[in-house]
């Protein structure tokens, strides 16, 4: 068993919360600001599905000392680059290994420091195959959608890997999400990002994933999709719509989960939302999802400002919307869903 430190702790950190890692950490320290604590909103609407948990301690140290074997620092713009050193320089005298954020600088280098990365440098061999031709993936395939970021769809991801895992078999998971490497989670491709036309990345990911199956031969193959089907800032644009499209269009889907806000939605709105991911992405969706996140529109910035919507809350939204969606809307933040939905799942793709 080990310990982890968490700087600043937010809802990027969530995930580690919410599951056991590979890691095997039974000691969490989050150290967040002042007044912010286990039961405020960022925290208490965390996953209610899982078990045998870290335990939790919530720290206001603005320097801490607790000894463990990993930190984990996210990047804050609160947080000076001197403090991120002063905190690495008593870490690794301590001899913890440390994880920085994509984002950190990447001058706080160290033999001892890791930036963790969301996309993987795997390239495509272009001669293996025909390039003008989608290969069939007779894997079967999930792929979870969102309707923007920020919808939980990695902690759905994992969720679900960590079932099927349990039930005995071999997942093939992949993510765009930083924190990947705590669950042995595959990244995603970059040249997903990079300045090429929808068709080649197309064609492109299509190999890649063709190829790494042949290899890997897993029973399943799970996929978080990064962004969002659609953008939901008229004033903001990244990747909307895009990366879901490329995806999608390079394997068949067969069960695919869309990720929404914790809003209230009518069942018209939901028909909406399943021809929108129809029309995208080449599928209606299985099941609907709702996150523990919710978002508005700054007036002045434009910005998109997301904040954790509180479990209670999260609940009185999927109490609302499985009056007209049933069993199609589930949430891994209300008690009363996962393991059912999951199941669910389990038996779609198993027939058990």
Known sequence: MSRMLIYPADRRCLPLLEFKNALNVEDLYLA??????LNSPLFSSR????DDLPRITVIHDKYPTQPVEYVLLFYNLSVSKEDYQRIIDVYLAQGSQIYLSEDMPKDLLSHNVKYMSSTSSDCVDLEKFPFDRIFPISTPTLAIVGAGVNCSKFDLLTALTIFFNKEGYKVMSLSGSELSCFWNIMLLPGFLYENISLENKTLMFNHYLYDMVLREKPDIVMIDVPGGVTAINPYEYKYAGEIA???TGAIEVDLGIYSVYAHSYSKEFFEILTAQCKYKCGFEPYLFHIANTDFRVDPDSKKTVFRSAK?????EELIKARKTMTERVFSLFDEKTPGQILEQIYSFFTGA
């Open 47 to 50: 996953c209610a599905y899982g």
């Open 32 to 37: 967040t600001p002042v007044g912010t604590e």
């Open 311 to 315: 479990k209670e809350f999260v609940a």
């Open 245 to 247: 499209q490329v995806i």
